[in-house]
């Protein structure tokens, strides 16, 4: 481990290999904490590059728990957090107009590392469940469409270093590594992320093994399509870069995504949401995200999307998602 530690804070790049063995002591307590800190500091004095992260996410999948839903022909919208913007929970309740627009979420999550709630922290609030039963989980996706999956539970690696990651209260690179690491292994995902290069690291990365994909980084940003400003778009057919105009938005101010204080008002944003109460800032964040997710799994342009997502939200069909998926807790 000192080996290691010594490369790293000299600046020098793990090989593939000697990424994924890091990932393996930090998964089964050979390395303590002290040194866990130390790696993730490391990390944030430099970027992470392509084979360390192809190695770290070797591990983690591979020391996963395994759930077998749908046969992944599932989406996850998802994002690295870490961009400091502190908004409201966008992709927890666009899962839910995705859900309600018959597209199937197997949603993979974490509580807050770097923000007041993360997706497990609002879900976890409203009595949400967390479990590996694949039984649970493919009741939950046949019925409602929309399951969780909260990260700790599958990743021994991602309880250990949680602790830490909350206490140093920035982004590390664990933050990359969650939306790559969904056990069920869906076959499409929308991921927003930090920054630029990690969307081309994960563009590189993703095409290989997802029949499709968006990931998504708003320039003045944000790791959401937030409209505040014009939004950087990866897929397999390429980059784009997208004003809230020309997907068929009015530009939004930032302080109206943001989110709450606490875990309460954060699920007090969530539900006026998805009862369509919210200021109309908000709700169209959430369908220019459910957008995206919809057209990503079925193939639709993105306008034709934008009308399945608001009949969702208009109709009651994603709160209705929500509301079963509590009851059957």
């Given amino acids: 481990m000192k080996h290691t530690l010594s490369k790293l804070f000299e600046s020098q790049r793990l090989g593939r290999a000697e990424a ?30 392509l084979e360390e992260l192809q190695g770290f996410r070797d591990a983690l999948l591979e020391l996963s728990v395994k759930v077998d839903i749908n046969d992944g022909q599932t989406i996850d919208l998802c994002g690295t957090g870490g961009d400091g913007k ?6 927890t309740v666009s899962a839910f107009v995705v859900a309600g627009a018959r597209v199937p979420v197997a949603k993979h999550g974490n509580y807050g590392a770097t923000s007041v709630s993360g997706s497990s ?17 493919k009741k939950e996706i046949d019925n409602t469409n929309v399951c969780f999956l909260h990260a ?50 994960y563009s590189y990365l993703l ?10 980084h708003s320039l003045d940003g944000y790791d959401e399509i937030s409209l505040t400003n014009s939004t950087k778009i990866f897929s397999k057919t390429g980059e784009d870069c997208l004003t809230p105009e020309s997907l068929g938005f009015r530009k939004v101010m930032p302080e109206k995504i943001v989110g709450g204080k ?34 990503c ?18 109709s009651g069909k994603a709160l ?10």
């Fill in 121 to 137: 922290n609002v879900m976890e609030y409203f009595g949400y469940r967390f479990s590996t039963n694949v039984s649970k989980l």
């Fill in 207 to 216: 095409c290989d093994y997802l029949n499709d994909y968006r990931i998504i």
């Fill in 297 to 314: 799994y079925k193939g639709l342009p993105f306008a034709e999307s934008t009308l399945l997502a608001r009949e969702s939200l208009e």
């Fill in 86 to 91: 502190n908004t409201f929970n966008i992709s």
């Fill in 20 to 49: 994924q063995n890091l990932m393996y002591g930090i998964a089964n307590g050979s390395i303590n904490e002290s040194q866990i800190a130390a790696v993730l500091t490391a990390y944030i004095m430099r970027s992470i590059s």
């Fill in 152 to 201: 700790p539970l599958f990743h021994p690696a991602l309880k250990a270093v949680g602790p830490i990651r909350r206490q140093l209260g920035i982004k590390t690179f664990f933050n990359m590594l969650g939306p790559l690491v969904n056990p069920s292994r869906p076959k499409y995902q929308v991921s927003g992320v930090y920054n630029i290069e990690v969307g081309r690291i």
């Fill in 320 to 329: 209705e998602c929500f509301k079963k998926l509590i009851s059957m807790q």
């Fill in 262 to 295: 606490t875990v309460e008002e954060s699920a007090t944003i969530f539900l006026s949401v998805l009862s369509n109460n919210a200021d109309k800032s908000i709700i169209d964040v959430v369908i220019a995200n459910s957008a995206m997710a919809i057209s």
